[in-house]
């Protein structure tokens, strides 16, 4: 079955530097993935989302880019402020069980 | 519109008990997934419902279940609790349940079995 990994657990930036989480999934024949936000005492914020016959998509302050050749996404936010402190998951469609898998998340953590 | 709406939101229950949680989907919504939230184990699927029938299960065991209701409302059971079952519940509810659907998370219930 497929299996979503997060590269770091915990990422500090200085405030108003850009962030890039990190990503990586298993299964070659995934075709949706997600990214969102967890602030704390709240659940997940859908942020933005991308399909396999994409490389790039853009949303507000966010970029979403797939590398499907070595099956990794990443989520980059510009100018990184306060209230992007939050754990930040992925979500990849496993194909096979029609079923969500998120990744452990990172939490982003931002420095004044 | 309101949101996904969880009751309650804090729970403490002792080992061997159960524990019953209620999730009130966005209006409109007929879907209505649930996870479980570790820190360890992040995320895990628990079970979907749609239209009142059970449309997909994870790998969890039987003391794990769950309905829905004609208005689209869900529960889920925990029975024989175990140290292991503290988590955070959340559930998510979309339109219709489709893979490429947003889904749309409630705040969650916290509980904490002693």
């Known amino acids: 079955g497929e299996s979503v990994g997060l590269h770091l657990p915990t990422l500090s930036v200085q405030e108003g530097d850009n962030s890039i989480i990190n990503c990586a999934y298993s299964n070659s024949a995934s075709d949706y993935f997600i990214w969102y936000k967890q602030e704390s005492g709240k659940g997940p914020q859908f942020i933005i989302d991308?399909?396999?016959?994409?490389d790039k998509r853009q949303g507000q302050r966010v970029t979403v880019l797939l590398n499907k050749t070595v099956k990794h996404l990443s989520l980059q936010i510009a100018a990184t402020q306060p209230g992007d402190s939050a754990v930040y998951f992925c979500a990849v469609i496993d194909s096979g069980t029609y079923k969500y898998i998120f990744g452990t998340g990172t939490r982003l953590k931002v420095l004044a | 519109k309101a949101g996904v709406t969880q009751t309650p939101r804090y729970l403490i229950k002792t080992r061997g008990q159960q524990v019953t949680l209620s999730c009130s989907p966005i209006s409109g919504h007929r879907s209505v997934s649930w996870y479980q939230q570790t820190p360890g184990q992040g995320l895990q699927f628990l079970f979907e419902y749609f239209s009142e029938t059970q449309r997909n299960k994870g790998n969890f065991p039987g003391r794990f279940s769950g309905r829905q209701f004609s208005n689209s409302r869900s529960e889920m059971n925990v029975s024989t609790l175990e140290l292991g079952d503290s988590a955070l519940y959340l559930c998510?509810?979309?339109?219709?349940?489709?893979?490429?659907?947003?889904?749309?998370f409630g705040p969650g219930t916290r509980l904490l079995v002693l």
């Open positions: 998510a509810s979309s339109v219709a349940g489709g893979l490429r659907e947003t889904q749309y």
């Open positions: 991308i399909r396999s016959n994409m």
